[in-house]
């Protein structure tokens, strides 16, 4: 049985007594209008005290019962007092029988969101021929669950909307919040749910090893959940990820994915608007790329060059410029691409044959906030580094897509 139950509080103690004596809480909230405390409360205590019964009391008390904001702005401060007691949702009933409509309506509107069970007295035979107040003796309780089985559509489009606007975080957070509000099947899909959000987050955050441990166990529950109830958006979904997850796999036997993972990260954060973030992760790409390909020409890393393996021409230069403290020979991106150009290689020469306008996008990624200086990188400037980096990928044969799936809640 709950341990807290929640009563709107009208002109008559018959229901909320038929209430209160069904559902038998500890702790009993009234929401009440100043009248029916006056009035009412004491018949309700005196019926309590007549079956023996004695809940905790508390009142709300409404000032104006027609003006809904005021209304909802009491509830809440009634939720509040529950929340700060620290009672699970579950153990909360919220009866809003009792009270103007307007009172009930405020009533609804401040506990849907933070309790899962609900309470109605009606009855079997009612005053004015059926139209006016339920006649003494003849109530019914008549409980269901959170109307967030209602709300249900709405919420699942703002998930989508999270989702697929890369706010993950808020996705998951919200479909944290449905879960704790629903119960059964409905309830499994959603934890399932959010942890196929925090895979993503995950992902995006590039914790490439915790994304997979995430999402794999996450995208089998959901197959046993669509197995219990189609959906075909959902199915659709779970396919998409299905296709992520062997991406996921080849980032750690395969170099080049892992360019593709940069590329396709960059293209997020331009939809975002945030050009300088995915300038910097295109210039790791960029990069990426020089890297890979200088390892294949000279079978050393950039990181630890081998200078007898350079071109002849390049040998002094490069120790002279980039002989770190250890010792070692560690050279540049702008390098990379003049040692491959040297040594005949088609990916240094397509670099250099679009000299003046890579010099121009590198000098405005060197000057954004992320890089050395304080200027924001442009969208055009975005876009035309993503283009560079979009062509010598293709230069080095590789092909992966890398898009996130989208959840096409309507």
């Known amino acids: 049985m709950p341990k807290v139950l929640i009563a709107s509080l009208g002109g008559t103690p018959d229901p909320v ?16 209008s100043q009248e029916s405390n006056t009035k009412e409360y004491p018949n309700v205590k005196k019926r309590l005290d007549e079956l023996g019964m ?3 009391m508390e009142s709300v008390i409404v000032d104006d019962v027609n003006d809904l904001v005021h209304c909802y702005e009491k509830a809440s401060e009634l939720t509040h007092k ?11 009933i919220v009866d809003y029988t009792g009270g103007t409509k307007t009172m009930s309506a405020a009533l609804i509107l401040a506990t849907i969101t933070k309790f899962t069970k609900f309470s109605y007295v009606g009855g079997k035979e009612r005053t004015k021929e059926g139209l006016g107040v339920v006649i003494s003796g003849t109530e019914e309780i008549k409980t269901a669950l959170s109307p967030w089985q209602v709300l249900l559509v709405e919420e699942r489009k703002k998930i989508a909307l999270f989702f697929n606007g890369y706010q993950f975080s808020a996705a998951k957070n919200l479909t944290d919040r449905l879960a704790g509000n629903l119960t059964g099947v409905d309830k499994a899909l959603f934890e399932c749910l959010s942890n196929l959000i925090e ?14 441990k995430t999402l ?4 089998k529950r959901l197959a046993d959940y ?17 296709l992520n997850l062997g991406f996921l796999q080849t980032i750690k036997e395969k170099k080049e994915a892992m360019v593709f993972d940069l590329i396709h990260n960059a293209k997020r954060r331009s939809q975002e608007g945030k050009y300088d973030d995915a300038s910097a992760r ?6 990426m790329i020089g890297q890979i390909e200088f390892e294949k020409q000279f079978q050393c890393s950039t990181s630890d060059v081998k200078i007898e393996k350079l071109p002849q021409s390049l040998r002094d230069e490069m120790r002279r410029r980039h002989t770190a403290p250890d010792g070692r020979v560690k050279i540049p991106l702008y390098d990379v691409f003049v040692t491959l150009k040297e040594s005949g290689n088609g990916l240094g020469a397509s670099f250099f044959e679009r000299g003046e306008e890579m010099e121009r996008i590198l000098y405005a990624r060197n000057g954004s906030i992320l890089a050395h200086g304080c200027d924001p990188i442009s969208e055009e400037t975005f ?3 993503s283009s560079i980096v979009e062509n010598f990928i293709t230069h080095t044969g590789a092909d992966e897509k890398v898009t996130f799936p989208k959840l096409l809640w309507e």
């Not at 669509?226 to 299905?242: C, G, M, Q």
Request: no cysteine; aromatic share 12%.
């Open 17 to 32: 007594v038929k209430s209160i004596e069904t559902h038998k809480p500890d702790y009993l909230y009234f929401f009440s």
């Open 54 to 56: 004695s809940p905790k």
């Open 82 to 92: 529950i929340e700060k007691r620290g009672i699970p949702p579950e153990d909360v």
């Open 199 to 212: 895979g993503y987050r995950l992902w995006d955050s590039f914790n490439h090893n915790e994304a997979i």
């Open 216 to 219: 794999g166990p996450a995208v």
């Open 226 to 242: 669509l197995h219990l109830k189609p959906d075909p958006v959902l199915r659709d979904f779970s396919e998409s990820v299905k």
């Open 282 to 287: 295109l210039y790791r790409a960029l990069e």
């Open 383 to 385: 876009k035309r580094l």
